[in-house]
C-alpha cells in the first residue's frame, strides 16, 4: 500500500528554523517525483515546487523560490521541506503528494504555526 | 506560466441536481488535467485525471471533459457526502510544472 506520512504539528516563532517530513513507504520512492503544496487557513491549494529524489532535481514554483528549501534523503524514503526564518504568513497546513501526471497520493498534511 | 481560472468560486445547489465546474487555461494544455476533491479537514482525493478519465473506486456521477483550454466537471445527480471544495490541475511533464485553479466550493441549497 502506498503511503506518505507527513511530520506532525509545528508550532514555531517568526524568525525560527523548521524542517518538516514526508516519507514515502509502499513504492519506488526514487522512481516518483515529490511536490508539496501549500494551504493557508481558508484558501485554495498552492504548489510549491517538486523534487525527484532519484537524483534530487528540484524544481519550484516561482511564489516560492528562495522562500524555502526543498530536498530529500532517498537512503530513508523522506522528503523535506524546510525555512530558514519562518514568518507569521507561513502559517498554513503543508502537503507532500506524489507526483504521476496526476497526484494520486498524498500525504495527511502538516500544519506548521507561526506566532509571536 | 500557465494560468488557470476556475468557475465559479461558490455554488449552491439541491440535492439531485446537475452541477457543473469549468477550468480554463490560458494556453493549450492538451488533456493534462485533473479535477480533486476536498472536503474539511482533509488532503485532496483524485477523482479525474487527465481531463476525463474517471480514477478508480470514484462514483460515476463524477466526469469530466475537454481538451486544449476549456474543460468542464459534472456532478451528474449531487448527493450531500459531495459536499466540499473542488479543485482543477494542470500539469506538464517536461519540466514537470503543475498549477491549482482557485477551487469552487460546493453547498448544498
Known amino acids: 500500500e502506498v503511503q506518505l506520512v507527513q511530520s506532525g504539528a509545528e508550532v514555531k516563532k517568526p524568525g525560527e528554523s523548521l524542517k518538516i517530513s514526508c516519507k514515502g513507504s509502499?513504492?519506488?520512492?526514487?522512481?516518483?517525483?515529490i511536490g508539496w503544496v501549500r494551504q493557508m487557513p481558508g484558501k485554495g491549494l498552492e504548489w510549491m515546487g517538486i523534487?525527484?529524489?532519484?537524483?534530487?532535481?528540484?524544481r519550484y514554483s516561482p511564489s516560492f523560490q528562495g522562500q524555502v528549501t526543498i530536498s530529500a534523503d532517498k537512503s530513508i524514503s523522506t522528503a523535506y521541506l524546510q525555512w530558514s526564518s519562518l514568518k507569521a504568513s507561513d502559517t498554513a497546513m503543508y502537503y507532500c503528494?506524489?507526483?504521476?501526471?496526476?497526484?494520486?497520493?498524498w500525504g495527511q498534511g502538516t500544519l506548521v504555526t507561526v506566532s509571536s | 506560466d500557465i494560468q488557470m481560472t476556475q468557475s465559479p468560486s461558490s455554488l449552491s445547489a439541491s440535492v439531485g441536481d446537475r452541477v457543473t465546474i469549468t477550468c480554463q487555461a490560458s494556453?493549450?494544455?492538451?488533456?493534462?488535467l485533473n479535477w480533486y476533491q476536498q472536503k474539511p479537514g482533509k488532503a485532496p482525493k483524485l477523482l479525474i485525471y487527465?481531463?476525463?478519465n474517471l480514477e478508480t473506486g470514484v462514483p460515476s456521477r463524477f466526469s469530466g471533459s475537454g481538451s486544449g483550454t476549456d474543460f468542464t466537471f459534472t456532478i451528474s445527480s449531487l448527493q450531500p457526502e459531495d459536499i466540499a471544495t473542488y479543485y482543477c490541475?494542470?500539469?506538464?511533464?517536461?519540466?514537470?510544472?503543475?498549477?491549482f485553479g482557485q477551487g469552487t466550493k460546493l453547498e448544498i441549497k
Open positions: 503528494a506524489r507526483l504521476d501526471g496526476r497526484i494520486d497520493y
Open positions: 509502499g513504492y519506488s520512492f526514487t522512481s516518483y517525483w
Open positions: 523534487i525527484y529524489p532519484g537524483d534530487s532535481d528540484t
Open positions: 494556453q493549450d494544455i492538451s488533456n493534462y
Open positions: 487527465d481531463a476525463s
Open positions: 490541475q494542470q500539469y506538464d511533464n517536461l519540466p514537470p510544472l503543475y498549477t
